[in-house]
């Protein structure tokens, strides 16, 4: 059985891909539920977001390079800078 192709998200203005993902998108991504993109970050296991006011984002790059890096626990990925 083979898994569906994840969601790409789109920039709905010009149909690219979109340079910062919110939770949902993040999830979809990944192939989870928000709740479960939140307590992998709350563990340090995903990515930290970029606040920006009161919106939390993801640099696509960023977690593109996780994924290719085959997503390890952040704190000891070389990947995020802290």
């Known amino acids: 059985m083979s898994l569906p192709e994840p969601v790409r ?3 709905p203005v010009n149909g690219t891909r979109a340079a910062l993902l919110d939770v949902a998108a993040l999830a979809a991504l990944l192939g989870l539920s928000t709740r479960t993109v939140r307590r992998l970050v ?4 995903c990515p930290p ?6 919106c ?4 696509r790059a960023t977690i593109e390079a996780w994924i290719a890096d085959g997503c390890p626990s952040c ?3 070389r990947g995020v800078a802290r």
């Open 9 to 11: 998200p789109r920039d």
């Open 49 to 54: 977001p970029v606040r920006l006011g009161g």
């Open 42 to 45: 709350d563990a340090g296991k």
């Open 75 to 77: 704190r000891k990925w």
């Open 56 to 59: 939390v984002r993801w640099p």
